[in-house]
């Protein structure tokens, strides 16, 4: 009996311990500052938005809502931040598929067919994104992008 449990304890030790490795995620501290130059740029152009900021799971980290901005902006800007997480890639690819006759991308779940939503990439994993709501569609868009360089800049 002895002998098998020295070498089930060997047999344990020998196994490479598998630590999890973490993976980068957005820090509440990164979603200010891209959600202080989104706000930036859009009150520099008049535009009354709402910004939006999600983790990559599509969970709700930072809202805010510039004074004046339509209510229904809240929602829209969330679907498309969760949109922009959730398949990776700007909501303006299924604006542009609508627009071009692919209709079908409307069928898809939480895809939003409207500019304004930008997935935000650290370290080649989508860490979460930015959606924009409250302008027309092009300019949510350059609004999410500029939220956005505040990251390039380091």
């Known amino acids: 009996m002895r002998y098998y449990l020295a070498f ?5 030790m ?3 311990s598998f630590s999890q490795q973490s993976k980068p995620y957005i820090s509440l501290a990164e ?5 202080d130059a989104a706000e930036a ?3 520099e ?11 990559d799971g599509g969970h709700l980290i930072l809202l805010r809502k510039i004074d004046g901005t339509q209510i229904g902006s809240v929602e829209v800007a969330q679907a498309k ?13 299924f604006e542009d598929g609508v627009n071009e006759g692919n209709v079908r991308m409307l069928s898809l779940p939480n895809a939003v067919a409207l500019e304004g939503g930008l997935p935000i990439f650290k370290d080649g994993f989508c860490i979460g994104a ?6 027309r569609s092009d300019q ?4 999410a992008a500029a939220g956005l360089e505040v990251l390039e800049e380091k």
Request: aromatic residues 8%.
């Open 130 to 135: 930015i959606g924009i709501s409250g302008v």
């Open 8 to 12: 089930f304890l060997c047999l344990i």
């Open 45 to 55: 152009n008049e535009w009354t938005v709402v910004i939006a900021i999600v983790d």
């Open 81 to 93: 931040a969760r949109s922009a997480v959730y398949f990776k890639r700007s909501t303006k690819v």
């Open 41 to 43: 740029k859009a009150l």
């Open 140 to 143: 949510d868009g350059v609004i």
């Open 31 to 35: 979603a200010k500052k891209i959600a």
């Open 14 to 16: 020998s196994i490479p």
